[in-house]
Structure formats: structure tokens, C-alpha cells
């Protein structure tokens, strides 16, 4: 992907919004001193991607920022086209914008928009973005940019106009899947969650809090059932489903999970390390991680 490097394992997190921004910083730079390529953030109902993507910058000097998506129906493309300017002149080959649509329930429910042509929306986002004018100091090539994409025509898009995909709630087979449709140049970034624990009852527990919210949301349950898994596995969320979104057991197994995302097709893996307790930081997972990948 030109412009930037950010290595081949990176952190995705939401956990930090549940910080104080001082706090942020100083993890944001004990992640950096780990050796991280990226760490990437989400957008949902909690602080704007952009602005946190621009005071983790400024937390760490090596680290690139991904997000992990900024919505598109959050904010006006041209919007989004200065602030990926201004960061990427800013940070030069740190940042990294990962778009998305988003969900039915957070843009319909939350935002009171209309969801029902998001592959046509985000096709005229790209092209809206493309055409923005841009009247400061920066670089003269448009900065990198990913699309979260779970289906076939998403996929596609990302490959068209965009520099690769970032699938979520996804298994290697579709990290497979998903190089064959984007081509072998186009970015690939997988996110992968884990349990770093080794007894399956508290595991698949931890597993199955985090997946919940999820498995309320069609884009993630389609994509399951066009990978394979059935409506009564979704809706009493097996063992097999838990075991195949999110892998846990000992930094062995996982790594190897991680692994697999890369014989698969995989530029970049996004690693989420999952908790109990959503106010409390993995950090003895991140440091465990680290030392088995970096």
C-alpha cells in the first residue's frame, strides 16, 4: 500500500474511550515501546475517530493509527478528505482511514438517516471524497484509504476505489476469500479477537459477551451464513461459531491463529485482546502478544 507501512500485527481496540485521555496517552506510549506496527480504533456511539486518531498520534512516534472504521455517514466526505490530508501531511505514512457504512441500528436508529443503499452511498462517498477540493499545505497524492467490507460487491469496491479491505468478525477462510476477490495488491487487514485464557468454560464466557452485540447486527450474521454456519448456530451461539470468530487458549494457540489470516492472504492482522470487564486494559495480553509476535 503506498504511502505507508505499518508492519504486520497491530492492536484493535475500543477499550480506550473507557480511559481518561491522559491515561490514553500513557498506554498509547507503552504499546509504542512494545513494538506495535498499529493500533487501530473503532466508531460508534463513543468519541469521534478522527479527533482520537490525532491525539494517538501525537502519544506515540512510531505507531501508525488506524481507524477501524470512521463511519461515512457520520460526517460529509469532503470533511473526511481534509482530515486524512491534514492528518497525513501531519504524520507522514502513520495514519491510516478506514471507512465504513456502519450498521441499519447506529445510522437508522441512532442517527436518523436512511440505511438502505449503503454499497451505492459508499461508492458515491468514495467518488465525493475524490472530487473534494483541498486548498492547504499537503501531500499531492490523495492518503491511503480502507473499506470495511464483508460481502462480495463491498470486497470489490475496496479493491476499485480504495487501497484494500478491512474485514471484521471474520475467519481465515474469509480472509481467503476476500484476497481472491481484491486481487493480490490490495491491502488486506483481518481483525482476529482472542481470549488469552485456557480454560474453554471462562473463555467461550468472555467470548460470547463480547460477541453479543454483534450477533444483533445482519451485516455480521449474513456473513456467517455465507461462510457456512447456520441460523441456530447464530442465534444460540455455539461452541463452533465462538471457537471460529474468537480464538482462545494459550499465546501459542493464538499466534498460530493469527497465522493462519497470513497463509491466507493477509498483509496485517488486527489482533483484539478480549476482557470481562470492558473498563479494565488487557495490558498483560498486549505485553504476552508482543513479546510471541514483535
Known amino acids: 500500500m503506498t504511502g505507508i507501512d505499518i508492519g504486520t500485527w497491530g492492536i484493535w ?17 507503552e ?18 475517530a478522527l479527533i482520537s486518531s490525532t491525539i494517538w498520534l501525537e502519544s506515540c512516534p512510531r505507531m501508525a493509527v488506524a481507524t477501524g472504521i470512521a463511519q461515512t455517514y457520520a460526517r460529509h466526505p469532503m470533511t473526511t478528505m481534509q482530515a486524512a490530508r491534514t492528518l497525513d501531511e501531519a504524520y507522514p505514512g502513520r495514519f491510516l482511514l478506514g ?16 440505511y438502505s443503499t449503503p454499497l451505492s452511498d459508499m461508492r458515491e462517498y468514495l467518488s465525493a471524497m475524490d472530487a473534494s477540493p483541498y486548498m492547504a499545505y499537503g501531500p499531492e497524492e490523495r492518503p491511503p484509504r480502507i473499506l470495511a467490507a464483508l460481502g462480495p460487491k463491498m470486497l470489490e469496491l475496496s479493491a476499485s476505489a480504495a487501497d484494500g479491505a478491512h474485514p471484521y468478525f ?11 476477490i481484491i486481487g493480490p495488491d490490495k491491502f488486506l487487514a483481518p481483525e482476529q479477537m482472542c481470549v488469552l485464557e485456557t480454560d474453554p468454560e471462562r473463555a467461550r464466557r468472555v467470548a460470547r459477551e463480547n460477541m453479543a452485540r454483534y450477533l444483533q447486527l445482519p451485516n455480521y450474521t449474513n456473513n456467517l451464513m455465507r461462510m457456512g454456519f447456520e441460523q441456530a448456530e447464530i442465534t444460540d451461539v455455539s461452541d463452533r461459531l465462538v471457537d471460529a470468530i474468537v480464538v482462545w487458549g494459550d499465546i501459542d494457540t493464538i499466534v498460530a ?9 493477509a498483509d496485517h492482522v488486527c489482533i483484539q485482546a478480549l476482557v470481562a470487564d470492558p473498563t479494565e486494559l488487557p495490558m498483560d495480553d498486549w505485553r504476552a502478544l508482543a513479546d510471541a509476535l514483535l
Do not use: F
Not at 471474520?170 to 481472491?180: C, G, N, Q
Not at 491463529?257 to 492472504?265: F, K, L, M, P, T
Open 257 to 265: 491463529r493469527c497465522q493462519e489470516h497470513i497463509d491466507a492472504g
Open 99 to 114: 471507512l465504513g457504512v456502519s450498521h441499519a441500528p447506529l445510522v437508522e436508529g441512532v442517527r436518523g438517516l436512511d
Open 13 to 29: 481496540t475500543s477499550l480506550l474511550d473507557q480511559h481518561p485521555t491522559a491515561k490514553v496517552r500513557e498506554v498509547l506510549g
Open 31 to 48: 504499546l509504542d515501546d512494545m513494538g506495535w506496527g498499529a493500533i487501530w480504533r473503532p466508531e460508534s456511539t463513543g468519541r469521534d
Open 170 to 180: 471474520t475467519v481465515p477462510d474469509h480472509t481467503a476469500l476476500s484476497r481472491e
